[in-house]
């Protein structure tokens, strides 16, 4: 079992950073992969970012290439997402992810935080 908890939302004007913080409880955090998600008012909630249990490869949607990256601290239990270069089209609720595959993250595995929002203004 792992349990998700995130931090690090806020308000930001565009073109500025943030960093969000997903804390997971459990033994096996570190043979996990890690995933962000996304969901803004209105619309579905969509992949963001995944990363793979050794913090080797990763992957992300199109629109954040470039300007997000995920990154795990396994000696904390700690996944984070650094978000620069923020618009007003990332505004949403972000949401941690985590499974025992990279692959079952692009479809949203079976463990997900209780999610931070993210707000962009312009």
């Known amino acids: 079992q792992v349990q998700l908890v995130e931090s690090g939302g806020g308000l930001v004007q565009a073109g500025g950073s943030l960093r969000l913080s997903c804390a997971a409880s459990?033994?096996?955090?570190?043979?996990?992969?890690m995933g962000w998600f996304r969901q803004a008012p209105g619309k579905e909630r969509e992949f963001v970012a995944a990363?793979?249990?050794?913090?080797?490869?990763?992957y992300y949607r199109d629109s954040v290439k470039g300007r997000f990256t995920i990154s795990r601290d396994s000696a904390q239990n700690t996944v984070y997402l650094q978000m620069n270069s923020l618009k007003p089209e990332d505004t949403a609720v972000y949401y941690c992810?985590?499974?025992?595959?990279?692959?079952?993250?692009?479809?949203?595995?079976?463990?997900w935080g209780q999610g931070t929002q993210v707000t962009v203004s312009s």
């Open positions: 992810n985590a499974d025992s595959t990279i692959a079952a993250i692009h479809w949203g595995g079976n463990y």
């Open positions: 459990g033994r096996t955090f570190s043979s996990y992969a």
């Open positions: 990363i793979n249990w050794s913090g080797t490869t990763t």
